[in-house]
């Protein structure tokens, strides 16, 4: 078994309202050194093999066809082994 | 002329499309369900509005992927008209059937109101009954619906004339002001290069009779109806 661990992140220069309320928020807290905040996606695939490189081949197509829109974001991930 | 609603779990203003088109337009309409894998028979398929597979990971992001989505992609290669209205349209952005994403509205609010929107292009098929420069009277209702496209998209976009509709003051002026989502270029609509695409962010189904408070929505699905007939 693998554990594919995947984020997947706005690009830079696409504007992020979320995290740009969230950083006022940090703000507002009184946490004057945050400068920029991103707010972006973590997801987490139980994958049944323990082939990397298939498994990698398979993650990649999976972020470029669903988890991650290539227009507005971009991804990367891990492959950790599971018992 | 036959027109095909298409039902994604999660739809919710699919019957709202499909009684503008049976009742007002008074045109043959079947609802398509997702799982479908046919399309045949149709000659205007609307995706509409609504939460599509509840809109996890991004909006129509996973309807996409519906059985019905191969077929749906071939018609439009092959000519098919095709709507997408608010949900719909992110489900055409999501599927590459237009360009461009669909980000959350900058002010962070579901905004759910009248825009105004100025007609760019009075020639398609969805807006012939319309004059360039009109502005009409649409309601939004979306968390979604800042459209996001890079700078070479945007400049194809201009010079195809593929931008139909833009949020815009009463008196026409695009301005910040008239922008409720962040829109890069208060961009409302926007037509595939064929022109037999269409995706927009607000409803025509919900302005299409008098008693709703306009009726801006009716000429948009008349226009379709229009141009069938015109090309026939």
Known sequence: MLLAKIYVTLKPGVLDPQG???GNGLKAMGYKDVTSVRVGKYLELQLDTDDKSYAEEKVDEMCRRLLANPVIEKYRYTLEEQR | MKFG???FPGSNCDQDVYHVISEVLGKPVDYLWHGDTEVSGYDCLVLPGGFSYGDYLRSGA???F???MPAVIDFANSGGLVLGICNGFQILLEAGLL???MRRNDCLQFRCQYTNLRVENDETPFTNLFKKGQVISIPIAHGEGNYYA???TLKELEANKQIVFRYCDPSGEVTKEANPNGSVGNIAGIINRQGNVLGMMPHP???AEVILGG???RELFASIVEWWERRK
């Open chain 1, 20 to 22: 740009e309320a969230v």
């Open chain 2, 5 to 7: 609603v298409i039902v």
């Open chain 2, 62 to 64: 996973i309807a996409r």
């Open chain 2, 66 to 68: 519906a059985p019905i």
């Open chain 2, 99 to 101: 360009p461009g994403a």
């Open chain 2, 150 to 152: 890079d700078e070479d």
């Open chain 2, 205 to 207: 189904e919900r302005c």
């Open chain 2, 215 to 217: 009726t801006a929505g």
